[in-house]
Nanobody, 121 residues
Framework: QVQLVESGGGLVQPGRSLKLSCAGSGIRFDRRTMRWYRQVQGPQRELVASITSVSTTTYADSAKGRFTISRDNAKNTVYLQMNSLKPEDTAVYYC???????????????WGQGTLVTVSS
């Protein structure tokens, strides 16, 4: 069964840190670009950070300097270290495996179920 399972969300005070994890199963994790998105209200999800199969990373402006995305292919896991959290970081955070095409085979994107992060004093 193909799935991504996020963990590590919770309630944290402003200025503190939190580390999210996303464990994958049933996919060739090491070949996938992995992303973290967040969703506050409505259907729109904001791309927070991305890491390619060779660990090239990109960040949203809101995450630069505070968040770090990393991956451990041996554990089929991607992480999002979030430091200096702000109330506006409050959201449901989703892990995503980007669609991959290898030859004539298409591997569709995969989404996790999300984990809630609440930043509040």
């Amino acid at each position: 069964q193909v799935q991504l399972v996020e963990s590590g969300g919770g309630l944290v005070q402003p200025g503190r840190s939190l580390k999210l994890s996303c464990a994958g199963s049933g996919i060739r994790f090491d070949r996938r670009t992995m992303r973290w998105y967040r969703q506050v209200q409505g259907p729109q999800r904001e791309l927070v950070a991305s890491i390619t199969s060779v660990s090239t990373t990109t960040y949203a402006d809101s995450a630069k300097g505070r968040f770090t995305i990393s991956r451990d292919n041996a554990k089929n896991t991607v992480y999002l270290q979030m430091n200096s959290l702000k109330p506006e970081d409050t959201a449901v955070y989703y892990c995503n495996a980007v669609e991959k095409v290898i030859g004539f085979t298409r591997y569709p994107e995969v989404w996790g179920q999300g984990t809630l992060v609440t930043v509040s004093s």
